[in-house]
T-cell receptor, first 109, second 115 residues
Framework: GIQVEQSPPDLILQEGANSTLRCNFSDSVNNLQWFHQNPWGQLINLFYIPSGTKQNGRLSATTVATERYSLLYISSSQTTDSGVYFCAVEGGANSKLTFGKGITLSVRP | GAGVSQSPSNKVTEKGKDVELRCDPISGHTALYWYRQSLGQGLEFLIYFQGNSAPDKSGLPSDRFSAERTGGSVSTLTIQRTQQEDSAVYLC?????????????FGPGTRLTVT
């Protein structure tokens, strides 16, 4: 099946800093979603982005489908951005999402 | 509007007992998915429903796991004769339709602990 690799596995930032989170996938995809898992375990939808670029406030994402990667940009980070960021892709015919192992982000005041 | 809801939020059970986990999808969403999140395995897909039908059950870990959906809405995941390795957070998701063009939205999960 499709493989998803996220990097770096852990990231520590000072409040106000910018960061880039990366997601590589092993095959062509029809769906790619970025999630933020908050400290209570809830997966919050950030972006549905199988290709192209989207922006939402301080967050933006770019997926280059032909090169099989996606990037999540966080600008002017805040302590509330802390948590685990997951990339998930779907490349087959059954709509199941395959998740990466996640990137643990800690933003320090 | 209301998001995906799951119940119970936490469940502690003794090894060998059966448990039922419930998922209420977002109103109007026809596709429903079950995933499991555990420390060793990360987030893994279990099963999905198109309406009341589950075309692919290959993600279920063993024959002790089963799921059903009735009325195109509520779904129940049942684990029989629970084992300690079943301890995990069980997540439900729903989407407006079936297929990769539809974004999946997740519920808060049920944390299952098997003692």
């Amino acid at each position: 099946g499709i493989q998803v690799e996220q990097s770096p596995p852990d990231l520590i930032l000072q409040e106000g800093a910018n960061s880039t989170l990366r997601c590589n996938f092993s095959d062509s995809v029809n769906n790619l979603q970025w999630f933020h898992q908050n400290p209570w375990g809830q997966l919050i939808n950030l972006f549905y982005i199988p290709s192209g670029t989207k922006q939402n406030g301080r967050l933006s994402a770019t997926t280059v489908a032909t090169e099989r990667y996606s990037l999540l940009y966080i600008s002017s980070s805040q302590t509330t951005d802390s948590g685990v960021y997951f990339c998930a892709v779907e490349g087959g015919a059954n709509s199941k999402l395959t998740f990466g192992k996640g990137i643990t982000l800690s933003v320090r005041p | 509007g209301a998001g995906v809801s799951q119940s119970p939020s936490n469940k502690v059970t003794e090894k060998g007992k059966d448990v039922e986990l419930r998922c209420d999808p977002i109103s109007g969403h026809t596709a429903l998915y079950w995933y499991r999140q555990s420390l060793g395995q990360g987030l893994e897909f279990l099963i999905y429903f198109q309406g009341n039908s589950a075309p692919d059950k290959s993600g279920l870990p063993s024959d002790r796991f089963s799921a059903e959906r009735t009325g195109g809405s509520v779904s129940t995941l049942t684990i029989q004769r629970t084992q300690q390795e079943d301890s995990a957070v069980y997540l439900c998701a729903s989407s407006l339709g079936w297929g990769s063009v539809f974004e999946q939205y997740f519920g808060p999960g049920t944390r299952l602990t098997v003692t």
